[in-house]
């Protein structure tokens, strides 16, 4: 293959050194006005007044708007619609959003919002997910603050516990994590024509915020167009969320007829955007004493904040992933979201499975540590393989490649003499290794089935070029590129002739969102699917003018030849001069439909995603027992994704991802106190700077999948899933401690070796 | 208002600005040089960076009057010609891109370094980009697209 494979250099790469490139806060639009949003400051109160008098009395203020003024909709759909774009009656959480300003300048729509007076009547507050079930817990959802309920039923528990020789049982507890895109959340709303809204803004899923303008507006799907703009990192973090700040901006938009941009501040970013859910997770398992997993039961809970937004399917990821990529015959599992007046939880890079991967990866880790065998070891004998089936009883028939990357990190990173050679006495410093192993179900399987399609449209333009639309986005992660690579493949023209309009939902149907590692299978599919009949054209063409038959025709190096007389030829730019010659039609679309997958929400048993990709993480520690400092030396991390389409992009998408789990095992932590977070910025919670970034060792695995684009499985979650129990089981190797929560702060682990040494007096 | 005369990317301007506007405020609104980006408006990220009188320096932390009587130099500036400069060009072969929010930040910080420093270690470079945050790549290749710019510009170590 001429581009598949191949690191070529990023298609964006040059608008992005150059700073060309058109971000949200970049745009701007002749009249327009800047907004600010009003928060609410209690996590839970009834609204009494809210008096804009003040605020609309100042000089330069154009509009402000509360719920009353709402023409649609006052909702957010998401899954079930609870949540409202400006809250009306009560505030479910700090920050929640209650008025919206607009104004000739930014300071004075953030002087107009001091000026709304805003009445409330207090509350309790519902803010620990361990009591919000209980009876005596005030009721913020339904009768029991349940937004969902998963469970997996499979084979008998009780007969698997019985069979195993050891049983273990703990609790383990993650953090909230905060996503830390470097571009804060931003829209410009632009009314055209008197009855359109366009839309232009950082995001994932633009076809969200098309369905969410138009509720709020109250205009038709077909008056809003939305565009998205470059987009700053998003992980998760911009999916649902933009459509808040898009719906505040499309608000005033419509009432003031004029362009209005709206970008929060970091502060505003964290206070009131979503982030990881933080987690309550009891796992229990059982063991023969050859090192056989026999049974697993888990029961979980998520804290989801004020409303369900992603929840439900996010809790539906975090239960199909909760039992590792093991073959375990008898599992039991029951998970909760759970609401409290917090900031809304939703999707981040895993979405639901980095906090029960840290907590059965640490059990696997302990169980290996009661047999006395090496973690490697125990991963050998529990690791599915084709022909197993999963924790859903899903037949794994093909592309299963975790024991290929078990073997490949354990092979690179030197793990037998390593983890022989741990603990040392370098004063107060210790070395360890650990590691984990984890699989991730690709797209949005069984749980978001009615999405799960994609459309693209490719046009062969008369100087051999190409442009093609696809609707997912182009965040960061490479897709832009990946994508261009399929393309030009397909259509036998150079890489660098092939250009990817901005995502726009007037280009393509509704594609779903841009999540769940899909964009290079669901886009890459139906961009084969829209190249199809141009090659076909290109072929018959060619037939024409060699006087051949097109069957025996193939391309090659921009020629098109007879395959076995590759002398008989014609260039692909004379045939595609002719084909515009003859008035063939350039242009044509692709529509790719999922695989299938099937759910029973009963059992929790079914097909719950089409494939998986598969990931081993190696990770080797530095800690000083006297501070609790750890110093990751290395990460190796190997993944099988099928086929790596460009080889650069995944390592780099591998690296990333593997810091941001090395973050959220060791430091980030949103802390919140009453409700209300106390560290919204980037001098207070701490992401990983260059001086805690560890060496990399990326490695590819390719194990294809018979369904994707050229074999591609798509995986740009996995690399930050299992690092933080990769990183906790080296620290654990160093100390001869475990950790059964993170992020393992300094203080934490000062704790934990605290308590060994009791244990140990005592024992 | 208050009127400030500086060097902008080599050409001399004169503005009227606020009192409490910062540098990366007039670069953005009234110079229309949107490279510079903003993404904590506190000093904490780097995203803001730019090169004021040889230094690397956090765009929004200098009010527009103190950057009155200097030289300052943008993202917009490093391209002449159609010509990348090697920083640009490392970025891009390195593989160090990937949302690009940050990387005009990085490559003025570490423009501003390679130009006194020519043959820096992983480490100096480390030290002299421990003040821009990157949420997307893990820093790796960031550091080898700055020593590749370094080997383009200086050739090795003589
Ligand atoms: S915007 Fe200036 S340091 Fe973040
Ligand atoms: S490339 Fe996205 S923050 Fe650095």
Same mark, same amino acid.
């Given at each position: 293959?001429?581009?598949?494979?191949?690191g070529?250099?990023r298609?964006?790469?040059?608008?992005?050194?150059?700073?060309?490139?058109?971000?949200?806060?970049?745009?701007?639009?002749?009249?327009? /006005?800047?907004?600010?949003?009003?928060?609410?400051?209690?996590?839970?109160?009834?609204?009494?007044?809210?008096?804009?008098?003040?605020?609309?009395?100042?000089?330069?203020? /154009?509009?402000?708007?509360?719920?009353?003024?709402?023409?649609?909709?006052?909702?957010?759909?998401?899954?079930? +619609?609870?949540?409202?774009?400006?809250?009306?009656?009560?505030?479910?959480?700090?920050?929640?959003?209650?008025?919206?300003?607009?104004?000739?300048?930014?300071?004075?729509?953030?002087?107009?919002?001091?000026?709304?007076?805003?009445?409330?009547?207090?509350?309790?507050?519902?803010?620990?997910?361990?009591?919000?079930?209980?009876?005596?817990?005030?009721?913020?959802?339904?009768? #029991?603050?349940?937004?969902?309920?998963?469970?997996?039923?499979?084979?008998?528990?009780?007969?698997?516990?019985?069979?195993?020789?050891?049983?273990?049982?703990?609790?383990y507890r993650t953090p909230y994590q905060e996503h830390a895109y470097l571009?804060?959340?931003?829209?410009?709303?632009?009314?055209?024509?008197?009855?359109?809204?366009?839309?232009?803004?950082?995001?994932?899923?633009?076809?969200?915020?098309?369905?969410?303008?138009?509720?709020?507006?109250?205009?038709?799907?077909?008056?809003?167009?939305?565009?998205?703009?470059?987009?700053?990192g998003a992980f998760g973090g911009?999916?649902?969320?933009?459509?808040?700040?898009?719906?505040?901006?499309?608000?005033?938009?419509?009432?003031?007829?004029?362009?209005?941009?709206?970008?929060?501040?970091?502060?505003?970013?964290?206070?009131?955007?979503?982030?990881r859910?933080?987690a309550?997770?009891?796992?229990?398992?059982?063991?023969?004493?050859?090192?056989?997993?026999?049974?697993?039961?888990?029961?979980?809970?998520?804290?989801?904040?004020?409303?369900?937004?992603?929840?439900?399917?996010?809790?539906?990821?975090?239960?199909?992933h909760?039992?590792g990529p093991y !073959?375990?015959?008898?599992?039991?599992?029951?998970?909760?979201?759970?609401?409290?007046?917090?900031?809304?939880?939703?999707?981040f890079r895993g979405f639901g499975s980095p906090q029960v991967i840290f907590a059965a990866e640490t059990q696997m880790n302990e169980l290996a540590a009661?047999?006395?065998?090496d973690p490697a070891q125990f991963r050998s004998?529990n690791l599915l393989?084709?022909?197993?089936?999963?924790?859903? *009883?899903?037949?794994?028939?093909?592309?299963v490649g975790i024991g290929d990357t078990l073997k490949a990190a354990l092979g690179s990173s030197n793990w037998r003499d390593k983890r022989k050679g741990s603990g040392g006495?370098d004063?107060s410093v210790r070395k360890g290794i650990g590691l984990s192993t984890v699989f991730y179900g690709v797209?949005?399987?069984?749980?978001?089935?009615?999405?799960?399609?994609?459309?693209?449209?490719?046009?062969?333009?008369?100087?051999?070029?190409?442009?093609?639309?696809?609707?997912?986005?182009?965040m960061g992660q490479g897709?832009?590129?990946?994508?261009?690579?399929?393309?030009?493949?397909?259509?036998?023209?150079?890489?660098?002739?092939?250009?990817?309009?901005?995502?726009?939902?007037?280009?393509?149907?509704?594609?779903?969102?841009?999540?769940?590692s899909?964009?290079t299978?669901? *886009?890459?599919?139906?961009?084969?699917?829209?190249?199809?009949?141009?090659?076909?054209?290109?072929?018959?063409?060619?037939?024409?003018?060699?006087?051949?038959?097109?069957?025996?025709?193939?391309?090659? +190096?921009?020629?098109?030849?007879?395959?076995?007389?590759?002398?008989?030829?014609?260039?692909?730019?004379?045939?595609?001069?002719?084909?515009?010659?003859?008035?063939? !039609?350039?242009?044509?679309?692709?529509?790719?439909? *999922?695989?299938?997958?099937?759910? +029973?929400?009963?059992?929790?048993?079914?097909?719950?995603?089409?494939?998986y990709s598969w990931a081993t993480n190696i990770a080797e520690v530095e800690v000083d027992i006297?501070t609790g400092q750890v110093k990751v030396l290395k990460i190796t991390a190997a993944h099988d994704m099928g086929k790596a389409i460009n080889p650069l992009l995944v390592e780099g998408q591998i690296e990333g991802g593997a810091l941001q789990g090395m973050g959220y095992g060791l430091m980030e932590e949103?802390?919140?106190?009453?409700?209300?977070?106390?560290?919204?910025?980037f001098?207070?919670y701490i992401i990983p700077t260059v001086i805690d970034a560890p060496e990399f060792q990326p490695i590819i695995v390719e194990k294809?999948?018979?369904?994707?684009?050229?074999?591609a499985k798509g995986f740009g979650e996995l690399p930050l899933m299992g690092v933080a129990p990769a990183v906790t089981a080296a620290i654990s190797h160093a100390l001869g401690i475990t950790l059964h929560e993170i992020p393992a702060t300094p203080?934490r682990i000062?704790?934990a070796?605290?308590?060994?040494?009791?244990? !140990?007096? #005592?024992? | 208002?208050?009127?400030?005369?500086?060097?902008?990317?080599?050409?001399?301007?004169?503005?009227?600005?606020?009192?409490?506007?910062?540098?990366?405020?007039?670069?953005?609104?009234?110079?229309?040089?949107?490279?510079?980006?903003?993404?904590?408006?506190?000093?904490?990220?780097?995203?803001?960076?730019?090169?004021?009188?040889?230094?690397?320096?956090?765009?929004?932390?200098?009010?527009?009057?103190?950057?009155?009587?200097?030289?300052?130099?943008?993202?917009?500036?490093?391209?002449?010609?159609?010509?990348?400069?090697?920083?640009?060009?490392?970025f891009?072969?390195a593989g160090a891109v990937q949302c690009?929010?940050c990387i005009?930040?990085f490559?003025?910080?570490?423009?501003?370094?390679?130009?006194?420093?020519?043959?820096?270690t992983r480490e100096e470079i480390k030290m002299a980009i421990a003040?821009n945050l990157c949420r997307c790549t893990g820093y790796r290749k960031i550091i080898d697209a700055i020593q590749l710019?370094?080997?383009?510009?200086?050739?090795?170590?003589?």
């Open positions: 293959m001429r581009v598949i494979g191949k070529v250099n298609e964006d790469g040059y608008e992005k050194v150059t700073g060309r490139a058109l971000f949200a806060d970049d745009h701007s639009f002749p009249g327009m /006005l800047y907004a600010r949003v009003k928060r609410s400051i209690y996590p839970h109160a009834r609204i009494l007044e809210i008096d804009t008098s003040r605020a609309k009395a100042l000089p330069g203020v /154009l509009a402000v708007a509360t719920a009353r003024d709402i023409p649609g909709m006052n909702v957010v759909h998401v899954v079930i +619609d609870d949540q409202p774009l400006l809250a009306d009656k009560t505030v479910m959480y700090v920050g929640e959003p209650l008025a919206v300003v607009a104004a000739e300048t930014p300071e004075i729509a953030e002087q107009a919002c001091d000026l709304i007076d805003v009445k409330y009547s207090k509350l309790p507050a519902v803010l620990d997910i361990l009591k919000a079930r209980g009876k005596s817990s005030p009721k913020i959802y339904k009768d #029991n603050n349940v937004f969902a309920h998963h469970k997996i039923r499979k084979g008998n528990i009780e007969e698997g516990f019985k069979k195993a020789d050891i049983v273990l049982e703990q609790i571009e804060p959340q931003g829209m410009v709303a632009v009314p055209r024509y008197g009855s359109t809204m366009e839309i232009y803004g950082t995001m994932q899923c633009p076809f969200y915020v098309q369905q969410a303008v138009a509720d709020i507006t109250g205009l038709d799907l077909s008056r809003v167009r939305v565009v998205q703009t470059y987009t700053g911009k999916e649902d969320v933009p459509s808040l700040v898009a719906g505040q901006a499309a608000l005033l938009a419509y009432h003031t007829q004029r362009p209005v941009k709206l970008i929060y501040s970091r502060e505003e970013d964290i206070i009131s955007m979503s982030k859910h933080p309550w997770i009891k796992y229990r398992s059982g063991v023969t004493k050859d090192g056989k997993l026999t049974a697993v039961e888990i029961e979980f809970l998520f804290d989801s904040g004020a409303y369900s937004t992603l929840s439900s399917v996010v809790l539906w990821r975090g239960i199909v909760s039992v !073959n375990v015959p008898h599992v039991k599992v029951d998970a909760y979201a759970v609401a409290t007046n917090k900031v809304p939880c939703g999707a009661k047999l006395d065998m004998i393989q084709e022909g197993d089936l999963t924790a859903t *009883s899903q037949l794994l028939d093909h592309s006495t004063g797209g949005l399987g069984a749980g978001g089935k009615q999405m799960a399609r994609a459309g693209a449209y490719v046009q062969l333009l008369r100087d051999g070029s190409a442009q093609f639309a696809v609707g997912t986005t182009e897709m832009r590129t990946v994508l261009s690579q399929i393309v030009a493949e397909q259509l036998g023209i150079p890489y660098k002739k092939v250009y990817m309009i901005e995502t726009d939902t007037s280009r393509v149907p509704d594609s779903g969102p841009t999540v769940a899909r964009a299978v669901m *886009s890459g599919n139906a961009l084969i699917k829209a190249c199809a009949p141009l090659r076909e054209i290109l072929l018959k063409r060619a037939g024409i003018i060699l006087g051949q038959d097109p069957q025996f025709l193939i391309f090659q +190096d921009e020629m098109i030849h007879l395959e076995e007389h590759p002398e008989i030829a014609v260039p692909l730019m004379k045939v595609i001069e002719d084909c515009h010659h003859h008035r063939e !039609n350039m242009s044509h679309e692709g529509w790719f439909i *999922s695989p299938e997958t099937s759910w +029973d929400p009963e059992t929790g048993q079914g097909k719950a995603y089409f494939i006297e949103v802390l919140v106190d009453e409700g209300r977070i106390i560290n919204p910025n001098s207070t294809p999948f018979r369904d994707g684009p050229y074999g203080e000062l704790e070796i605290q308590a060994a040494k009791k244990a !140990n007096l #005592n024992g | 208002m208050i009127t400030i005369n500086f060097t902008v990317n080599g050409q001399k301007k004169e503005l009227e600005v606020k009192g409490t506007a910062t540098l990366l405020e007039i670069l953005r609104d009234e110079l229309y040089l949107t490279g510079t980006k903003e993404g904590c408006g506190k000093g904490e990220c780097g995203a803001c960076t730019v090169i004021m009188d040889g230094k690397a320096v956090n765009s929004c932390l200098i009010l527009a009057t103190q950057a009155d009587g200097s030289e300052i130099t943008t993202i917009e500036d490093l391209e002449h010609d159609g010509a990348l400069h090697p920083l640009q060009e490392a891009i072969e690009g929010f005009p930040g490559i003025m910080s570490a423009k501003a370094f390679l130009d006194k420093n020519h043959y820096p003040g710019a370094a080997r383009k510009m200086y050739g090795e170590k003589p």
